[in-house]
């Protein structure tokens, strides 16, 4: 169940870092077509996939995501890619589980190998 | 950032099968990264090409997007041994694709920048007619790297 979760979440984080890069003006300007309907399917595609989250778990996202746009950091080298703070080494041994970052509160991501 | 020094030989695919769009892309993903991180970047590519192909003409693709499933800027290339259906904006078939995944976090937005690069080199290779010049990684990466030299000089 933790990992469809994880999966959930890690999908729609990379989603709307799609969608705002299409807002970038400076993506624009490299001179990619976006279709206008399929930017609000995607969007519709990502609130969806927001509603698949336990309440708790998307509430907390939305709100770290209203705080810091981006809701989820990477964990690299024992470090919050979010804060740059480095993560205690009790936390680091808990990779499969779904924790957040004690500094900045953060979800955290741990990368396969 | 030299665009030349983001390629390697490994992914690098010069005789790339021909097949459906998303097969050709699984293909190069999985060039970079494997399993779980590789379908997650397999389903943000494929929903970036749903808001509109990143065929831009000419037999050229750049699918690209950020994941979190890597963490610095991830380059692999490959040339179809017979072009594919990509729905580029030309509608015309695409042989060589650059497939860029980028890390979400990007202070410097680089991704951007490199992206914006490889778009330029990109309409220097269709130009110049280049697309099946070379034959082999090495010289696959003289010829980014002699482009993007003669694209710093204009400047």
């Known amino acids: 169940m933790l990992d469809v979760i994880a999966m959930h979440l890690k999908l729609l984080f990379d ?3 799609l969608i705002s890069d299409m807002d970038e003006p400076k993506y624009k300007e490299i001179g990619f077509k976006v279709d206008d309907e399929e930017h609000h399917a995607l969007i519709r595609t990502r609130n969806d996939l927001l509603k698949k989250l336990p309440d708790d778990i998307a509430y907390v996202y939305e709100r770290l995501k209203q705080r810091y746009r981006q809701a989820v950091a990477p964990v690299d080298n024992g470090f919050c890619f979010g804060c740059f703070q480095k993560l205690p080494t009790e936390l680091l041994t808990r990779s499969k589980e779904l924790t957040t970052c004690p500094n900045c509160g953060r979800i955290l991501y741990f990368p396969e190998q | 950032m030299n665009l030349a020094s983001l390629l390697s030989k490994e992914r690098i695919d010069l ?3 021909p097949g459906k769009k998303e097969d050709v892309i699984r293909t190069l993903v999985y060039s970079i990264k494997k ?3 590789a379908e997650l970047i397999v389903s943000t590519l494929l929903k970036r090409e749903e808001l ?4 831009i003409g000419k037999g050229i693709a750049i699918p690209h997007c950020r994941s979190l ?5 991830e380059i692999s290339v490959g040339r179809t041994t017979k072009p ?3 729905k580029a904006i030309d509608k015309k078939p695409v042989s060589l694709i650059f497939l ?5 976090h990007d202070p410097g937005n680089q991704y951007l920048i490199t992206l914006g690069k490889i778009v330029q080199i990109a309409k220097e290779i269709t130009k110049k007619n280049l697309v099946n010049k070379p034959t082999t990684h090495e010289e696959f990466i003289t010829m980014i790297n002699d482009i993007e030299k003669q694209l710093g000089k204009r400047k």
Do not use: C, R, Y
């Open chain 2, 84 to 86: 594919i259906q990509f």
């Open chain 2, 15 to 17: 005789s790339l099968s």
């Open chain 2, 69 to 73: 499933a890597v963490n610095k800027l």
């Open chain 2, 52 to 55: 509109g192909s990143t065929g």
């Open chain 2, 35 to 37: 399993g779980e991180d």
């Open chain 1, 15 to 17: 989603l709307d870092n």
């Open chain 2, 100 to 104: 860029i995944i980028a890390p979400p």
